[in-house]
C-alpha cells in the first residue's frame, strides 16, 4: 500500500491549497471563507520521487457535538487521522498560534501517526517571525511553507521521506487505470450521498435533511463482485438562475468537471417530486458529455402509486431523451438499500455496450440492408448514396458514414439510421455520436 499522508488544522489555514498543489490539479474547492471542505477525501500525490495517498480533511472550529453536522465532521476526521503513518499539522503563519490550534494539537497526541508541523502563508520575513510560535505546540519547530505561491516545497519534500522510509511500504497505484469511474449526480437533496453510503457498506460522506451538505466532488474506492470503482459524490445542482453563493457556483463546477471525469453517471430522481426541468438538464449534460447515463430512481419506497408513476416517467423520458433510447431507469431506495444490485447489474451492463467495438464489414452488411429497406430521400432529383461506415473509436461509440451528399442528409433519415444501429447491435440506452462525411470523387479533377 501507498503510505497515508493527511492534512489536518483548524478552517481556512491553506488545506485545501496544499492538497491541490500536492495532486497536481484543482481536484479540491478553495475559497477565503472558513469552512468550505466537510467531507474528507484521498487521491494519489508526489512530491519529488515520492507517491503516497494523500487525504485533505474538513476543517472545524469548536467540538461542540451538539450539532449533528459538526458532530459527523469530527468523528469522520478522527476515523482518518487513526490511520495516517504522516500528518502534515498546517498552521497559519499569517494569524499565528491561536487557542483551537492547541485543541488540535491536544488531538494529535493520541494518535501514532508522525507529526510535521507546518507553517502555511508565509510569504515574508514577519511571517516566518511568527512562525516560530509553532515550537509551543510540542511538535518541534515547524517548516516554513507557502502552498499558494510554491515556497518551502523542498524541505517538506525531505521530512515526509524522512518519516516514511522506515514504514516499508510498497509502492502500488491507488487509482488503478481499470477501475471504472462512477458520479453520482443530481439535484440538491435528492438523496446522492445516502447512496454513496448504501454502495460503501458505512457512513463515509456526510448526509442530512438539509440540501447542500455536500459541497465538493469526493472519490472513494469500492468494490464490487470483484470489480473495482472509483465512486464520485458531488453536490446538488441547481437552476443557474439560483446558485447566487460563492461557495456554491464552485461546488456546481465541481460537480459537472466530475462528470467529464467519470465514464458512467447515475442521475438521482427524488420520487417524492415530478421530474424537473433541470433533471433534464443535467441527464442531457451527461449525454452531450459522451458518458453512460443511468437514472436512479431514489425513494421509491414512499411512492404510493408506483404503476403510475413508473409509466410516467418512462413517457417523460422517451419523449424528452429521444437520442437515448432505451435509458435504464432503476428504482431504487438508497436508506433501505432497496435496488442496489439490480442498480450496478445495470451499471456493469451499460459499461459493457459503452465500450462495444464493431467490425466494418459487420457495419457495412448492416448499412445495405436498411438502405435496401428505406433508401435515403430524392433531394432535387438527386440520388442520396450511403457508401461507407466505419467505427472509429469507442467510449462513447463514434461512427464516420461517408456520402455523396451530406448536407442534404435529412434529420429524419439520421435518426432511422440511428435508431436501426441501436437495435441491430444492443446499444440501448449508450450514447452513440454519428458522423457524416463526403466521399472523394478521385475522377473530379
Known amino acids: 500500500m501507498l503510505p497515508k499522508i493527511i492534512i489536518f488544522g483548524r478552517p481556512n489555514v491553506g488545506k485545501s491549497t496544499l492538497f491541490n498543489r500536492l495532486v497536481k490539479r484543482k481536484a479540491a474547492i478553495v475559497a477565503d471563507i472558513p469552512g468550505v471542505t466537510r467531507d474528507n477525501k484521498a487521491l494519489k500525490a508526489s512530491i519529488g520521487n515520492l507517491d503516497f495517498l494523500l487525504y485533505d ?37 499569517k494569524t499565528g498560534i491561536l487557542p483551537f490550534d ?60 524522512d518519516s516514511i522510509y522506515n514504514l516499508n511500504m510498497k509502492t502500488e497505484n491507488y487509482e488503478d487505470s481499470t477501475s471504472i469511474r462512477l458520479a453520482i449526480v443530481g439535484r440538491p437533496n435528492s438523496g446522492k450521498s445516502t447512496l454513496i453510503n448504501a454502495l460503501l457498506g458505512k ?19 469500492f468494490v464490487w463482485k470483484g470489480e473495482n470503482f472509483i465512486l464520485i459524490d458531488t453536490a446538488g445542482i441547481r437552476k443557474k438562475s439560483k446558485v447566487i453563493d460563492k ?6 463546477e465541481a460537480a459537472l468537471n466530475a462528470v467529464k471525469y467519470a465514464q458512467i453517471v447515475v442521475l438521482v430522481l427524488d420520487c417524492n417530486e415530478a421530474l424537473s426541468r433541470q433533471d433534464l438538464i443535467i441527464a442531457n449534460h451527461v449525454v452531450n458529455e459522451g458518458r453512460v447515463l443511468v437514472i436512479g430512481a431514489n425513494k421509491w419506497d414512499l411512492v404510493k402509486q408506483s404503476k403510475e408513476v413508473r409509466l410516467e416517467l418512462d413517457i417523460r423520458l422517451k419523449k424528452t431523451l429521444s437520442q437515448l433510447r432505451g435509458v435504464k431507469l432503476v428504482e431504487l431506495s438508497a436508506l433501505k438499500k432497496i435496488g442496489i444490485s439490480q442498480l450496478m447489474s445495470d451499471i456493469k451492463e451499460i459499461y459493457n455496450k459503452w465500450n462495444i467495438n464493431i467490425s466494418t464489414a ?5 448499412l445495405q440492408i436498411v438502405q435496401d429497406k428505406n433508401p435515403p430521400p430524392l433531394k432535387s432529383g438527386r440520388i442520396i448514396k450511403l457508401k ?31 435508431n436501426n444501429l441501436r437495435e441491430e447491435f444492443g446499444m440501448e440506452g449508450v450514447p452513440i455520436r454519428i458522423l457524416y462525411k463526403n466521399s472523394k470523387n478521385p475522377f473530379s479533377n
Open 57 to 93: 480533511t474538513a476543517g472545524f472550529d469548536n467540538l461542540n457535538e451538539k450539532n449533528i453536522l459538526n458532530r459527523d465532521i469530527i468523528r469522520n476526521i478522527h476515523e482518518i487521522i487513526n490511520i495516517a503513518d504522516v500528518i502534515i499539522f498546517l498552521l497559519d503563519g
Open 102 to 161: 492547541y485543541n488540535c494539537a491536544q488531538i494529535l497526541r493520541k494518535v501514532s501517526g508522525k507529526i510535521i508541523p507546518v507553517m502555511n502563508k508565509c510569504e515574508s520575513d514577519i511571517d516566518v517571525s511568527k512562525s516560530f510560535e509553532g515550537i509551543k505546540l510540542g511538535f518541534g519547530e515547524p517548516l516554513i511553507l507557502s502552498a499558494e505561491h510554491s515556497i518551502g516545497f523542498e524541505n517538506l519534500k525531505v521530512r515526509l521521506e
Open 203 to 221: 457512513n463515509y460522506v456526510l448526509t442530512g435533511d438539509k440540501p447542500g451538505i455536500t459541497r465538493d466532488a469526493v472519490m472513494l474506492n
Open 247 to 252: 461557495i456554491e457556483k464552485l461546488s456546481v
Open 362 to 366: 459487420k457495419l457495412n452488411k448492416w
Open 388 to 418: 461507407y461506415c466505419t467505427q472509429t473509436s469507442s467510449r462513447p461509440p463514434t461512427f464516420v458514414f461517408f456520402t455523396n451528399l451530406t448536407s442534404e442528409l435529412s434529420k429524419s433519415y439520421q435518426r432511422y439510421l440511428l
